[in-house]
């Protein structure tokens, strides 16, 4: 059982940074694929950026060159930088976690809001 929890969300001008941060508790951080997802009103959940065990990452192509997203598994700890927002991505964003043989588990999301 893995448990996640979002911080870092909050309401930020037009071309700001904000640095998201997701905690999980629980064993073999390390062995799960890490991903931030975001879900704006009345749209679907999407993928943000995902980074594997083995530290290869991945990153939408909306997000590319501003978001970047990084794990400590020392910590147990998974962020994302996103630089230069915009007011569309204003969304709830969460963390999960997941692996192939076995938990996908999510977290209950952080609000970022991207407005003047």
């Known amino acids: 059982q893995v448990q996640l929890v979002e911080s870092g969300g909050g309401l930020v001008q037009p071309g700001g940074s904000l640095r998201l941060s997701c905690a999980a508790s629980g064993n073999a951080f390390s062995s799960y694929d890490m991903g931030w997802y975001r879900q704006a009103p009345g749209k679907q959940r999407d993928l943000v950026a995902r980074?594997?065990?083995?530290?290869?990452?991945n990153h939408a192509d909306s997000v590319k060159g501003r978001f970047t997203i990084s794990r400590d598994n020392a910590k147990n700890a998974v962020y994302l930088q996103m630089n230069s927002l915009k007011p569309e991505d204003t969304a709830v964003y969460y963390c999960r976690a997941a692996r192939i043989f076995g938990g996908d588990y999510w977290g209950k999301g952080t609000l970022v809001t991207v407005s003047s």
């Open positions: 980074i594997m065990r083995g530290g290869s990452l």
